[in-house]
């Protein structure tokens, strides 16, 4: 029996899904896959300065959810900016908001546009 998915909401999807250490750098270990709803989790707490209670409820999961899903983003950012490796943003399990009033993308504070296949806005 498969554990049921939480499928997090997502307000606004990367405009450039992948980054890299500029110059000369070692690529032995590869890139850090970030999903997401990772990306999602680092954007409303740390740029849009929310609570973990505030993104829980604007992304539609447990505070619980929000606070594992940001600790892995934060570990993987710093593997990145540590260890020289390559960042790519995508995948995931989120579906992407209608873009109501209140919300943040409706109020043009955050790109909507990638190149991503599963955009269904
Ligand atoms: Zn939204």
Redesign the pocket.
């Known amino acids: 029996m498969s554990r049921p998915r939480k499928c997090r909401?997502v307000?606004?999807l990367p405009a450039v899904t992948s980054f890299g250490p500029t110059g000369r750098f070692c690529a032995a270990a590869g890139p850090v896959f970030m999903t997401i709803e990772e990306y999602e989790c680092l954007r409303l707490i740390d740029l849009e300065k929310l609570t973990q209670e505030e993104c829980a409820a604007?992304m539609n999961v447990a505070r619980t959810t929000v606070q594992a899903t940001y600790n892995s983003a934060r570990i993987k950012l710093a593997d990145c900016l540590v260890n020289t490796r390559e960042l790519k943003i995508e995948g995931g399990d989120y579906y992407v908001?209608?873009?109501?009033e209140?919300?943040?993308?409706?109020k043009g504070r955050c790109p909507r546009g990638t190149a991503s296949d599963d955009m269904n806005f």
């Open positions: 909401k307000c606004c604007k908001c209608d873009g109501s209140t919300c943040c993308a409706a």
